[in-house]
């Protein structure tokens, strides 16, 4: 079992950066996929970031090159530095993590693992 569990959310301006941060424990393989996907208020569930255990990262396309997803594995603990930050990306981010590959196509009920979620907010 897997347990996850993030903080740094809140709120900021347009243009602003938060870095949320995300605590990881339990039993977790040598191969995994660890992310982050958001969910705003009558919105869909999307995938923002992923990273693997090889550390082969991807992005949503509406981040890429404003958000970087990062992990410590000494410290247990997968990161998302959020810049250049935009209205569009208010929403409760979750961090996830699966012992399948960093693929929508790895199966039902992909990623396995889910935290509480933190909550974003970006005003213009």
């Known amino acids: 079992q897997v347990q996850l569990e993030e903080s740094g959310g809140g709120s900021v301006q347009s243009g602003g950066s938060l870095r949320l941060s995300c605590a990881v424990s339990?039993?977790?393989?040598?191969?995994?996929?660890m992310g982050w996907f958001r969910q705003a208020p009558g919105k869909e569930r999307e995938g923002v970031a992923t990273?693997?255990?090889?550390?082969?990262?991807n992005y949503e396309r509406s981040v890429k090159g404003r958000f970087t997803i990062s992990q410590d594995n000494a410290k247990n603990r997968l990161y998302l530095q959020m810049d250049g930050l935009k209205p569009q990306d208010t929403a409760m981010y979750y961090c996830t993590a699966d012992v399948r590959p960093c693929s929508p196509d790895a199966g039902v009920g992909w990623p396995n693992y889910w935290g509480q979620g933190t909550q974003v907010t970006v005003s213009s």
């Open positions: 990273i693997d255990s090889d550390g082969t990262t």
């Open positions: 339990g039993y977790m393989y040598a191969s995994y996929c």
